[in-house]
C-alpha cells in the first residue's frame, strides 16, 4: 500500500506527464494526497464511507492552500502562490470589528 511519501513523490512523475500540473502550487496538490489517503483510511477504519470523486454536476470547486497566501479584506481579494490576485466573495466576516479599530490588522498589502 502506498504512503503519503510515495504519493508526493510520484508527483514529480505525474508532472512530467501532465506539463499543467507545474502552474498548481505543490503544497496543494500534497494536500490533496493527505485529503486522499486520509478518506481511505477512514473506509478502512470503519469511520466513513468509500472516497468517491467530486460531482462534475455541483458547483463545488475548492482545493487547500497551506502557505503563502494573502487575504486582502478591504477589496476583497486573495492571493494565491502561481496564480496571482483574485476575487473573492465573502460571507462572513474574518475579524470582528472590534479587532480592527483596536488595530490588530496592521499588515498592509500592496499599498
Do not use: C
Not at 486573495?78 to 479599530?101: A, T
Amino acid at each position: 500500500m502506498y504512503g503519503l511519501v510515495d504519493l508526493i513523490n510520484n508527483l514529480t512523475l505525474l508532472k512530467e506527464l501532465h506539463p499543467w500540473l507545474n502552474y498548481l502550487n505543490s503544497q496543494s496538490l500534497q494536500q490533496a494526497n493527505r485529503n486522499l489517503l486520509m478518506g481511505f483510511k477512514n473506509f478502512v477504519e470503519r469511520r466513513g464511507d468509500f472516497p468517491t470523486r467530486k460531482s462534475k454536476k455541483k458547483n463545488n470547486f475548492s482545493f487547500q492552500v497551506p502557505q503563502n497566501y494573502q487575504i486582502n479584506l478591504t477589496s476583497s481579494k486573495i492571493y494565491l502562490p502561481k496564480i496571482g490576485w483574485m476575487k473573492i466573495v465573502l460571507h462572513r466576516d474574518f475579524l470582528d470589528k472590534k479587532s480592527i479599530e483596536n488595530g490588530l490588522v496592521t499588515k498592509e498589502v500592496n499599498g
